[in-house]
């Protein structure tokens, strides 16, 4: 297809990369290629076939051969790189495929750099911060001092990026996510856990005391903002905080939770978690705030907006 653009989606099977495909797909002159492994990723998650500027393919970015051929066959002009193992829990029963993780960057990379791509995005993460030193947590003047796998692998990916640059001249752009939720995000993760319990009636689980504070992002908000950097040619070579700044405690969410969704849910706790869940997280958005130039969503408003999805209540059994 003769497209202005064309565009390799890694992990786009997963919660904020399908969201940032549609938003992709919704211009014409836009073609994507999503590749994903489908071991967290779910094939319900891509695009409807009534558009026509997608395709999907099955593969392991962590496999070089798998990656190449696709690579090869097309002539992409961006790539974000999404594909990873991802959830606290999941992540840490098992390390050495998140340690793997690491051929698929170096993979990405290689390929992209003697061939017509102009710019790779990478997915990172808050994760790499750690537990927080200053808060808000500022893209340039905040430690990087996580020692989880899944961290420190994000940590190294955005060190490969940077020498990339260095030493190839390939464009890059870091996003580090904190908590964004939305409609197609599995139950693996806090937002979309808490509420589908809610919905059922069942007992809210929290590990821990609940005062561990977070910030949470609808999905509509983290995939604008990565969408215009794209297509404004934003922030090349450098890094940015995509999140909320509003900060809530996981008690706080379980009890907003409940009162959204009117349950007779009640909050239990188990023990916290052994690794990986930070006490504090809140980024220094003012980037990310310029780049929108509007007010975030509130997670009252998203919680109202996900729990009323058609695709979140077939997701969680209550269509």
């Not at 998203?302 to 009323?308: F, V």
Request: glycine fraction near 6%.
């Amino acid at each position: 297809m003769d497209t202005a653009n064309k565009i390799l989606v890694t992990g786009g099977a997963g919660n904020i990369a399908s969201a940032l495909i549609e938003k992709i797909i919704s211009d014409e002159k836009n073609y994507v290629v999503i590749f994903d492994n489908l071991s967290t990723g779910v094939i319900t998650k891509l695009p409807s076939k009534e558009k026509s500027n997608w395709e999907f393919i099955e593969g392991d970015v962590n496999n070089l051969n798998n990656i190449s051929n696709v690579m090869q066959k097309h002539h992409f002009e961006y790539v974000f790189h999404f594909a990873a193992v991802v959830g606290v829990q999941r992540t840490q029963e098992n390390p050495i495929s998140v340690l793997n993780d690491i051929d698929g960057i170096k993979n990405i990379l290689n390929l992209s750099k003697n061939s017509s791509v102009k710019h790779v995005f990478f997915a990172s993460s808050s994760e790499v911060y750690g537990e927080p030193v200053e808060l808000p947590q500022n893209e340039y003047s905040t430690p990087l001092n996580s020692r989880v796998p899944y961290a420190v692998v994000k940590n190294v990916g955005e060190c490969f990026f940077r020498s990339y640059w260095q030493e190839y001249g390939l464009h890059y752009t870091i996003f580090r996510f904190f908590n964004t939720y939305g409609p197609n995000q599995s139950t693996d993760f806090v937002v979309s856990r808490f509420l589908e319990a809610a919905l059922k009636n069942r007992d809210i689980v929290i590990y821990g005391d609940g005062s561990q504070t977070r910030t949470f992002t609808y999905v509509e908000d983290t995939v604008a903002v990565c969408y215009k950097i794209m297509e404004q040619k934003l922030l090349e070579n450098d890094v940015i905080n995509i999140g909320n700044d509003q900060l809530m405690s996981i008690k706080q969410l379980a009890e907003l939770v409940i009162k959204v969704t009117g349950s007779s849910s009640k909050i239990v706790f188990h023990p916290p978690l052994k690794d990986g869940d930070m006490t504090r997280r809140q980024p220094d958005n003012s980037k990310m705030k310029t780049i929108l130039n509007k007010e975030l969503i509130s997670i009252e408003e998203g919680l109202k907006l996900m729990m009323n999805d058609k695709r979140f209540l077939k997701a969680i059994g209550k269509e």
